[in-house]
C-alpha cells in the first residue's frame, strides 16, 4: 500500500501538492474549517453556553490538534507529514512554517510534537530542510531550553542524530554543537545531561 501510495503520489505531484499543503497547515494548525470540512477526522463537541442561556455544541479542532490523530486509519499527522517528506519533499514547502509555528504552543503535546518532527526531519539523510528553512531550524533550536524535560530529551536525541548525519553541513553542525554545549552545563536536569554525554 505504502509503495502504491508513493508512486500515485510522485506521478501526481504538480496537481495535488498544493492541496495536501493545505490540509496539512490546516489540520497540524488546528484550523477549524479544514478540520470540520473532512469526515476523516476525530472531532470532538465542545457544550458551552451562550449569552442567552442557550446551549451551544460546536465541532472542536482539540482533537487534531492534541494528538493529530486521524480517525479510521490509525495514522497521525505529524507521521504522515514525516512520510511525505521522504516521498515528495516540495509539498512541505509551506507546512515547514506551520510545524515550526507549533514550537511555542503552550501546550506540551503539540510542542513536544512538533520538536520531534522537526528533529526528524532536519536530521533525514535524505533531506536538506534544515538548509532551506534555517529560521525554523533556529526556532527548533531554541527547544534545547524548553521548560519541559520530555521535550530537552527529545531535542538530545534530534541534536545528537543531526550531528551523526549531517556532519558535512558544518555551520549547522556549529549551531548544534553550542546547543548541546549548553545542556551539558546549564540543564537542570542530570538525566538530560547525563543523555547529551552519551
Known amino acids: 500500500q505504502y509503495l502504491v501510495a508513493a508512486k500515485i503520489i510522485r506521478r501526481t505531484e504538480d496537481k495535488i501538492s498544493s492541496p495536501i499543503a493545505a490540509l496539512l497547515n490546516g489540520l497540524l494548525g488546528g484550523d477549524t474549517d479544514v478540520v470540520t470540512s473532512i469526515s476523516v477526522v ?8 451562550d449569552a442567552r442561556g442557550k446551549t451551544v455544541s460546536t465541532p472542536s479542532a482539540a482533537a487534531v490538534t492534541s494528538t493529530g490523530q486521524v480517525a479510521h486509519t490509525g495514522a497521525d499527522v505529524w507521521s504522515i507529514t514525516y512520510e511525505l517528506h521522504r516521498i515528495a519533499p516540495q509539498i512541505l514547502t509551506t507546512v515547514i512554517g506551520t510545524v515550526a509555528s507549533s514550537l511555542v504552543y503552550p501546550e506540551v503535546g503539540p510542542r513536544w510534537r512538533a520538536t520531534k518532527l522537526l ?53 549547522l553542525c556549529q549551531d548544534v554543537n553550542e546547543s548541546l554545549a549548553t545542556i551539558l552545563t546549564k540543564d537542570p536536569s542530570l538525566d538530560v545531561r547525563l543523555l547529551a554525554i552519551r
Do not use: P, Y
Open 42 to 49: 476525530d472531532l470532538t463537541e465542545t457544550t458551552t453556553t
Open 119 to 171: 528533529g526528524r526531519l532536519f536530521a533525514a539523510r535524505s533531506s536538506n530542510i534544515a538548509v532551506k528553512f534555517r529560521i525554523c531550524f533556529s526556532q527548533w533550536l531554541r527547544r534545547s531550553a524548553d521548560t519541559e524535560q520530555k521535550i530537552r530529551e527529545t531535542m538530545v536525541k534530534g541534536l545528537v542524530s543531526f550531528l551523526t548525519n549531517k556532519s558535512h553541513e558544518t555551520d
